[in-house]
């Protein structure tokens, strides 16, 4: 395939994901409300205002591009697998699918696990800072961006086990790496489930470290299981050519 041939995948590829993510973006307006009742929900139903005559329309255009992305997922991995698929090899293509199925697997446990988990007493520890000194009057446009972004943050985080693969597949790194680097992964851990929590308590700092630890040890076992393949199939063609 020429320069310009890549250059027209590419640009067919990114107008696939466009119309998908714009496709999904109008399903998602229409449905805008019943999504903000859902993320209402962890923090117990509590009422929002708004300050300023955009911001009903711009917290409608918030949730339906968090819902959009989310809806659309699966088709814009599709895409990206199917332009670099070419310079995989036959063996390592029939994996592309089962990888999609993996990416968006993960990161859907990561939402749902932070919406049931981590963001219902998160919100409530932060509501309950004030105590009976002061009464919330939330932003409906913050409270929207701040659960937004948490729960994508931690779909994102749970995502690690396929980063490890993918790196010890390409041969970046080794499960002996990984085992001898597990204080500083831990380190990390810790950092990252600091930065995501909503509330910063130690509380859900640890119920989001704690399965990001977990995830951190399946990584190492898939990556024992990718390396122990990968040297009884070389093992094998070795006799063969012998």
């Keep these: 395939m020429t320069y310009l041939q890549h250059l027209e995948e590419l640009r067919r590829r990114i107008i696939v994901s466009a119309v998908a993510l714009v496709a999904a973006f109008a399903v998602c307006w229409f449905f805008a409300w019943d999504f903000?009742?859902?993320?209402k929900r962890p923090a117990g139903n509590i009422t929002l205002h708004y300050m300023k005559p955009m911001e009903p329309f711009l917290v409608r255009f918030k949730l339906a591009l968090f819902g959009a992305v989310l809806l659309a997922l699966p088709v814009i991995l599709f895409?990206?697998?199917g332009f670099v698929s070419p310079a995989l090899k036959t063996k390592e293509r029939r994996y592309t699918i089962s990888v999609l199925f993996m990416i968006v697997?993960?990161?859907?446990?990561?939402?749902?696990?932070?919406?049931?988990?981590i963001m219902p007493p998160g919100i409530r520890w932060l509501l309950g800072v004030a105590g009976t000194q002061m009464s919330p009057i939330l932003?409906?446009?913050?409270?929207v961006t701040f659960t937004g972004w948490f729960m994508?943050?931690?779909?994102?985080?749970?995502e690690t086990p396929i980063?490890?693969?993918m790196l010890v597949a390409l041969g970046v790194l080794t499960p002996e790496q990984l085992v001898k680097q597990w204080r500083m992964a831990l380190i990390v851990i810790l950092l990252v489930a600091a930065i995501i929590t909503p509330d910063w308590s130690p509380v859900t700092m640890v119920l989001?470290?704690?399965?990001?630890?977990?995830?951190y040890v399946l990584s190492i076992l898939l990556a024992r299981f990718t390396v122990r393949r990968r040297r009884a199939r070389e093992t094998a063609l070795?006799?063969?050519?012998a």
Excluded: K, Q, R
């Excluded at 903000?36 to 993320?39: G, H, K, V, Y």
């Excluded at 070795?238 to 050519?241: D, K, N, S, V």
């Design 36 to 39: 903000l009742d859902i993320l």
């Design 79 to 81: 895409e990206m697998l």
């Design 105 to 117: 697997g993960f990161f859907a446990i990561g939402v749902v696990f932070g919406y049931y988990y």
């Design 139 to 143: 932003s409906a446009s913050e409270y």
């Design 152 to 158: 994508v943050g931690l779909g994102v985080s749970f």
């Design 163 to 165: 980063v490890i693969w």
């Design 208 to 215: 989001v470290a704690v399965p990001m630890t977990i995830l």
């Design 238 to 241: 070795e006799e063969a050519a």
